[in-house]
């Protein structure tokens, strides 16, 4: 018989040894704990002993606690994850979450900026040399936010002799290594922060985006700033991933091959891209107009 408490350490150190991104281990981590702790108030705390009706009975306790129908389904997805494993390892040989259904919830389709909105982002930070660096490089490049805070300055290849710059995004987390083009803009952006960037600290000679003593500027550190920004700008609702998705669609709208557009975002599934162009078509049934030059 095994304990759900030593079950729950096992499913973590699975998951550290598969690679899976840090913030995926985390998250089911906190899940499968909250869960767990669940089922011993309910005096089970072995993995035999749990019944889709215990499930069940945690997504009801959630949903009565003001968690969204989204949040819901995530923490189901976690227990069927965990209960998969355990299932797998031997440790039990029925699963219970199997048909536990998922709740039914509608999905936000991505944030996608307009061009007055971007445009009024990079005037309002438009002083900041770092943080204009930093909008126009996930503008631009379509980089995730943990990409642009890995960058290190070597990663960095700027256009010489005919030959265009690129940002060279490491492998991180399960995602193999990459090339993405930069453009003039982007370019013009980087050269001007590193200008002013600080040149003493620890890892001055390392991480491209640092703070003022040298440190690596963290992805809440960058989330708060652009967050502080969009603020500033007016910009309602907005987060930093919308930059990202603004570059997908934009291309997408020029004509950009989805497989070309899913390569260079690092999309692991060719239809987490393709949802962007039914948002598309959508859009231009209602404006008929073209995405202009980010």
Wanted: hydrophobic share 35%.
């Amino acid at each position: 018989m095994t304990k759900l408490h030593d079950a729950h350490k096992q499913f973590v150190d699975y998951l550290k040894s598969k690679n899976r991104a840090s913030a995926t281990i985390l998250a089911y981590g906190k899940d499968i704990e909250q869960l767990v702790q669940f089922l011993v108030d309910l005096k089970k705390a072995q993995v035999h002993e749990v019944a889709a009706d215990d499930i069940q009975a945690f997504l009801a306790k959630l949903q009565k606690e003001n968690y969204t129908l989204k949040s819901v389904s995530r923490k189901l997805n976690s227990t069927k994850t965990f209960f998969r494993f355990l299932k797998v390892q031997e440790y039990l040989t029925d699963d219970p979450a199997a048909l536990v259904p998922h709740p039914k919830f509608e999905t936000k389709p991505p944030r996608i900026l307009t061009p007055l909105e971007y445009r009024s982002l990079r005037d309002i930070c438009r002083d900041d040399p770092r943080t204009y660096a930093i909008v126009e490089v996930l503008l631009q490049t379509g980089v995730r936010i943990s990409e642009l805070a890995n960058l290190r300055l070597e990663d960095v290849v700027f256009s010489s002799n005919g030959t265009e710059g690129y940002l060279n995004i490491r492998a991180q987390e399960g995602r193999p290594e990459r090339q993405v083009q930069q453009n003039k803009a982007a370019e013009a952006a980087i050269k001007r922060y590193l200008e002013v960037r600080p040149s003493t600290g620890k890892d001055t000679k390392k991480h491209l985006f640092i703070t003022k003593t040298g440190r690596p500027l963290l992805v809440r550190n960058i989330r708060s700033v652009i967050d502080r920004y969009f603020k500033k700008a007016g910009i309602v609702g907005a987060k930093v991933n919308d930059l990202r998705h603004t570059w997908v669609s934009h291309h997408l709208q020029q004509g950009v091959s989805v497989v070309l557009v899913s390569k260079l975002a690092g999309h692991k599934r060719l239809s987490t891209t393709e949802r962007y162009l039914s948002l598309l078509k959508e859009r231009a049934k209602e404006e008929k107009v073209k995405l202009e030059e980010l």
